[in-house]
């Protein structure tokens, strides 16, 4: 079949924002977490604390904490709480910490004590919630660093690189828009850590094809979690193959993963792997080479590149996605 002119289709088959804030001058009481009191706590007893489950890529960011290396006495302010399990956990101040034991702060004297600011969770969300209001000026958490902490915090053990970079957060909220049937705001961490959660699953089936950053730009990445997400199994043979460079071609025909490599290149020539207005495009011409694959039809021509997918069959698709989803318990 000349899938080069025919259009696949397929059958059909939140939480409130955490906003950022500099921490808190006075004793702050919400439904999700307790201030408790403010104490003095040693460099020594304050460095045995554990980093908090959310906590991001440290050592990545305090190369650009230039401002801890200007002397500040507000530094010597700190936050922990006491989490559901009952330790105490580094909710702010864990750039400065790695700084001040690395030697990392010129030649600004380490504080001997901290005033540490103590707070009570009861739950690992609001354990959560604690960490996301709390953040220095200068080092603002990025989409990565929040799906870096969040899949860190669910104890995903990624092996490859792509994946453990967390650098995925535009393309789980793009997938989690398309599923969801409207915009999200994509630098809010509740949304973030809302599509890390939603797409757990597909993440480390996606990451046990061993993607390379260089051939999963976001449009790639999102069509990965989407096909994942409809049909776990073929589609992560699917990606398989597309990770391994191993599709067919013989002559002037091709089979759906070498497609898919030719979408790859034609995207790249074409400069539209690199925005947004040009996702929902690619998306649907790597669904459409992944229904290909589950057909066992060819493509033939000298191109040899996926069709787009037209708006209602990609709708469909996308409803599929999430009943799929839905048969699984995920809302």
């Known amino acids: 079949m000349d899938l080069l002119t025919k259009t696949d289709t397929v059958a059909p088959t939140k939480k409130a924002t955490a906003a950022k804030t500099a921490p808190a001058e006075s004793p702050v009481i919400t439904p999700e977490f307790r201030f408790v009191r403010t104490d003095r706590m040693s460099i020594d007893e304050w460095n045995d604390l554990p980093e908090h489950p959310n906590q991001r890529d440290t050592e990545k960011h305090a190369r650009y904490s230039t401002h801890l290396n200007v002397f500040d006495p507000t530094h010597r302010r700190v936050t922990a709480a006491t989490g559901p399990d009952g330790k105490m956990y580094v909710v702010d101040g864990h750039t400065r910490r790695w700084m001040w034991k690395q030697g990392f702060t010129k030649n600004l004297p380490v504080p001997l004590s901290l005033d540490?600011?103590?707070?009570?969770?009861?739950?690992?969300?609001?354990l959560a919630q604690l960490y996301y209001r709390f953040?220095?000026?200068?080092?603002?958490?990025?989409p990565q660093d929040i799906v870096f902490g969040t899949t860190k915090a669910l104890g995903l053990d990624f092996k490859s690189s792509v994946m453990r970079s967390g650098r995925y957060g535009n393309a789980l909220v793009v997938s989690y828009e398309y599923t969801h049937g409207r915009m999200f705001d994509k630098r809010n961490p509740d949304v973030i850590k809302d599509c890390v959660l939603y797409f757990k699953?597909?993440?480390?089936?996606?990451?046990?094809?061993?993607?390379v950053t260089a051939d999963m730009p976001a449009a790639f990445m999102a069509a990965a979690l989407l096909t994942l997400a409809y049909s776990p199994v073929h589609a992560k043979e699917f990606w398989t193959k597309y990770n391994r460079d191993e599709g067919r071609k013989i002559?002037?025909?091709?089979?759906?993963?070498?497609?898919?490599?030719?979408l790859l290149a034609w995207g790249k020539d074409q400069k539209k792997l690199g925005t947004a207005a040009n996702y929902?495009?690619?998306?649907?011409?790597v669904v459409n080479a992944f229904i290909a694959f589950r057909k066992y039809e060819t493509y033939k021509g000298k191109s040899g590149i996926p069709n787009p997918k037209d708006d209602e069959a990609l709708r469909e698709f996308f409803i599929a996605v999430k009943r799929a989803k839905a048969e699984r318990g995920f809302k």
């Open 135 to 142: 953040d220095s000026r200068q080092a603002v958490e990025t």
């Open 251 to 262: 002559g002037r025909e091709c089979d759906a993963v070498h497609a898919a490599r030719n």
């Open 116 to 126: 540490v600011d103590l707070y009570s969770c009861p739950t690992r969300d609001a």
């Open 280 to 285: 929902r495009e690619i998306i649907g011409r």
């Open 201 to 211: 699953d597909e993440l480390v089936l996606l990451d046990a094809t061993s993607p």
